[in-house]
């Protein structure tokens, strides 16, 4: 079982920067496939981004591609999600994310692939 825990949320202005972290404990950390979703007031939990073992794999929802960022840090247990010019519309609840099986970008990316799951951090754009 592996533990995530978030932070790094908070209220922000359109056009903003902030940066998530997710620190993970349970698993070695190299062997976790790490992810972000979100969920915003009424919608439906929706995948953001997420990367493979080596770090050098990544993969985005097409509504942050080019603004977010996924790293992960494999000595010090933690992933990081840099999210740049940030929308109203990326208000949300943002929730780490952690699996043992890689898989491809455009299959991979369901909720029922991801076993762990953090508690969520709150991020607050506002217009």
């Known amino acids: 079982q592996v533990q995530l825990v978030e932070s790094g949320g908070g209220l922000v202005q359109a056009g903003d920067s902030l940066r998530l972290s997710c620190t993970a404990s349970?698993?070695?950390?190299?062997?976790?496939?790490l992810g972000w979703f979100r969920q915003a007031p009424g919608k439906e939990r929706e995948f953001v981004t997420r990367i493979l073992q080596s770090g050098d794999a990544t993969c985005y929802a097409d509504s942050v591609k080019g603004r977010f960022t996924i790293s992960r840090d494999n000595v010090k247990n933690t992933a990081y999600l840099q999210m740049d010019s940030l929308k109203p519309e990326d208000t949300a609840v943002y929730y780490c994310v952690a699996d043992l099986t890689p898989r491809p970008c455009a299959s991979g990316r369901e909720s029922r692939y991801f076993g762990s799951w953090g508690q969520g951090t709150q991020v607050n754009v506002s217009s």
């Open positions: 349970g698993r070695t950390f190299r062997s976790l496939v």
